[in-house]
Every structure is written in C-alpha cells, then in structure tokens.
C-alpha cells in the first residue's frame, strides 16, 4: 500500500491519545505559546518592578516617577531583565514559566540537560530568529527535529517534557 | 405501669430542646472513656483485605496526586499539542511529505539512556 501526500492520516485516536510524547520534538504551537506567556509573565513581573519602584520613590521622596515604554533606558532594563528570565530559567530547569505550563524542555541538541553557557547563548541568539519576518523560527516547521535558528546556535532543541499517556491514564481513572 | 405507655406520652422533641449538649460533654471525663476502649480489639475486628478490595484505590491515589489544576493543565497541553499535530499535518501536506508524527526523540532522551 501506498500512502500518497496529503491522504488523511491514519484513523484512531489522536497521536497524543495513543502514545506518550515525552523526550519528543515538540511544535510551533506549543513553542509558540508557551513563549507568548514568557513574554507576559516576564513584562508583567517588569511593570510590577516599576509600580514598586514609583510607590517606593513616592513614598521616600514625594515625587512621583512617570515611566514611558519609549524611554530607553526602560527598555534597556526590560532587555536585561528578559535576558535574566530567559537565561536563568534554561540553565536552572531547562524551562521557563510558560515552557512550564504547556509541557516543554530545552535540552542540548543530543537530549541532555542545557548548561549555563548554552542557556547564555541561546537567550542571546533569540533575537535574531525574529530577523527576517521571523525567518528563523520556519526550522520548527520544516526542521527534521523542529530546531529554530537560535537552537541551531547554541545547539539545543525543545522536546516534549510531559508524558501524555500517564495524563490520559489520569483522567480515565477519574471518568 | 407500663414504660412504653408512659413513653408514649412523652414529647422527646421537648426535652432535647431543655438539654444542654455541652454541659453533658462537660460532665464525660474523655479520658476515662478512652481508657475504657481496646482499639487494637476494634482494628482485629476490620477486615482491612475486603476494605482494601472494595475501596478504589487506583483512583484515590490519581485523585490525590493530581487536583483540578492538574486537569486543566492536561487538557490545555492536550489541545496544544492537538494544535502542533495539526500544523505538521498541514506542513505535511504542502510538502507533499506523509507526516508520521512528532519526530524524536533525541539520543540521551530514549527509554533506557537513564536520562
């Protein structure tokens, strides 16, 4: 038999339903979104720091501080507080709030778990896969091991960390 | 005379209304009570292997190991990955590539690498 492109998939239950991804490649929606809420965890966390600091300069002097998004130091303090999230949170556990909560990992490109340096260079290589419209995040996609240009960097990939099957077993138990 | 005619005539209702619960519990020296009872004759008594049999446990422990929240984060994983599965299919499609499923894992994350 023949299995041309395009044919529908195989029928049954969807692949997470039939097998555990753990340790697999994960995809561009959960990378994706998982790095959507990093980016709100990490601005959130931010404006809380100004708010703090507004209040607490406020209360110590009277004055009282106006922050502006296009002030540059206020984005060069947001560049380097991303900087900590990011490189902190790979080189502790490999993840991040939001790789956290929809169950990814980064790991080095041979499945170990990513030392500081690596976590250093992959944090200062992501900027540049925004380049280009975004160019270098097309690896996930079309990538043999959905690899995007700063994993390609610092020689890391992003792999399921969660084990579907045992969740599936999970919430059999209670049915 | 007869204690159940008698009894008949008395409104229970009435007299536990007079009755104050803790004043009594005040007047029960607990400890003594609690001298009084052989716990290891009550606990000989349980049939723990027919407790155990009848009693989930498989379920009891799911159900303590993982909360609501639990489910919630299943289930938004679940439909994520869904999400990753339906843009490779698509991917897949454009390319003219069968998609097989998510690719991996790497060599340090296979079963058996003690990883």
């Given amino acids: ?175 | 005379m007869n204690v159940n005619a008698v009894l008949d005539q008395v409104d229970l209702n009435a007299v536990l209304d007079q009755v104050d619960i803790n004043q009594v519990l005040d007047r029960i020296d607990l400890d003594r009570l609690l001298e009084r009872i052989d716990l290891n004759d009550i606990v000989k008594g349980i049939d723990v292997e027919a407790l155990v049999k009848q009693t989930d446990l498989g379920a009891v422990i799911a159900a303590a190991s993982s909360g609501v929240a639990g489910d919630v984060l299943d289930v938004v994983r679940s439909q994520t990955v869904g999400l990753d599965e339906f843009i490779a299919r698509w991917i897949g499609r454009l390319r003219r590539r069968p998609y097989t499923g998510p690719p991996g894992p790497p060599d340090r994350q296979r079963p058996g690498t003690g990883s």
């Fill in chain 1, 1 to 175: 038999m023949t299995v041309r492109a395009g044919d529908a998939p195989p029928s049954g239950p969807p692949v997470v339903a039939r097998e555990s991804l753990q340790g697999k490649y994960a995809g561009f929606a959960s990378r994706f979104t998982a790095f959507a809420v990093d980016v709100g965890v990490s601005l959130g966390v931010f404006m809380l720091a100004l708010a703090a600091i507004s209040f607490a300069a406020l209360v110590l002097t009277g004055k009282d501080i106006a922050w502006h998004s296009g002030d540059t130091w206020v984005i060069i303090a947001y560049a380097v507080w991303a900087f900590i999230y990011f490189a902190h949170s790979w080189a502790a556990s490999g993840r991040t709030v939001g790789m956290a909560l929809f169950g990814v990992r980064v790991v080095t490109d041979g499945g170990a778990d990513v030392s500081g340096r690596r976590a250093v260079v992959r944090t200062l290589a992501l900027p540049l896969s925004f380049l280009f419209l975004g160019l270098g995040f097309v690896g996930i996609l079309l990538g043999n091991r959905r690899r995007a240009l700063h994993d390609v960097i610092a020689g890391t990939a992003v792999i399921y960390a969660w084990d579907a099957r045992a969740a599936k077993l999970r919430f059999l138990s209670r049915k």
